[in-house]
């Protein structure tokens, strides 16, 4: 009996190991053929570095690693900015998509009084459900992500990670908070109430006084040299479509940088 069972069971562990075989021979063939199509390996390998990447540079408190618990620089919360203008920015960007489906940028005056864009945004605040809500929102993640680039930026610089090899996303870091400025003053146009209007006659003014080339600057940006359906067709085109592209580009690759770097230590 003991042959027996000792013959049955090498023929089981034979018959296990031929079916792992071909499954293993399936498996190869199957990813050699899509590999060849589709290159697959090489995107597992990309995906597999990144994650490797990703839980290896996680940013460590460096107020416990270098007992800086009296610099208020080095305080860990203010290395999380960074993140945190982030989904500020991812926010804006969903809640501004929604108001895009309600408002018209339009400023001809619907009733002699109000032009068509700041009637829009009377209804999305009056009649909309939840449309006060929505604005409130925008508005709030998009000053809450100016003052999170800004703060951002302060520690970056009081930290020294501006310093090399990170001078490259040091740059980007001040493009981006320019784009985020850019961002705050089109935005504010948009409604085209009296506040946007005096602050778009503000702009126009600033692009005239540079020199040599205001007058082009204020025909390109405010269509004029005095505030017209131009201007507000062209703030609504860079709030809209020209900035969040470049915006969303350029903090990619910042935060692939910062990836590939790490965070960097307090100097």
Do not use: C
Request: no cysteine.
């Amino acid at each position: 009996m003991s042959l027996e069972r000792k013959d049955e069971h090498d023929h089981k562990g034979w018959m296990e190991s031929r079916e792992l075989t071909t499954l293993e021979s399936i498996y190869l063939t199957t990813l050699m053929w899509l590999d060849r199509r589709l290159r697959i390996v090489d995107y597992l390998e990309l995906l597999e570095d990144l994650y490797y990447k990703v839980n290896m540079q996680m940013p460590k408190s460096h107020t416990e690693q270098y007992n800086l618990d009296n610099k208020f620089w080095y305080w860990y919360p203010l290395y999380a900015l960074g993140s945190f203008s982030t989904i500020s920015y991812i926010v804006a960007a969903i809640s501004g998509a929604l108001l895009g489906f309600y408002y018209a940028p339009a400023a001809a005056a619907s009733d002699g009084t109000a032009t068509v864009a700041y009637e829009s945004v009377q209804l999305i605040m009056g009649q909309l459900n939840l449309g006060y809500l929505l604005r409130s929102i925008h508005r709030w993640s998009a000053q809450v992500m100016v003052a999170a680039v800004f703060l951002h930026m302060l520690r970056v610089y009081f930290t020294g990670a501006y310093k090399e090899p990170r001078e490259v996303n040091w740059i980007l870091g001040i493009v981006l908070i320019s784009l985020t400025l850019v961002f705050g003053y089109t935005g504010y146009l948009l409604p085209w109430s009296q506040l946007s209007f005096w602050a778009g006659q503000i702009g126009v003014e600033m692009a005239l006084s540079i020199p040599l080339a205001g007058e082009w600057v204020a025909q390109l940006m405010f269509g004029g040299f005095s505030l017209s359906q131009s201007t507000l067709q062209r703030m609504y085109i860079l709030h809209v479509f020209f900035l969040p592209f470049i915006t969303t580009a350029l903090i990619a690759v910042h935060i692939g940088i910062v990836w590939m770097q790490g965070i960097a230590e307090p100097h």
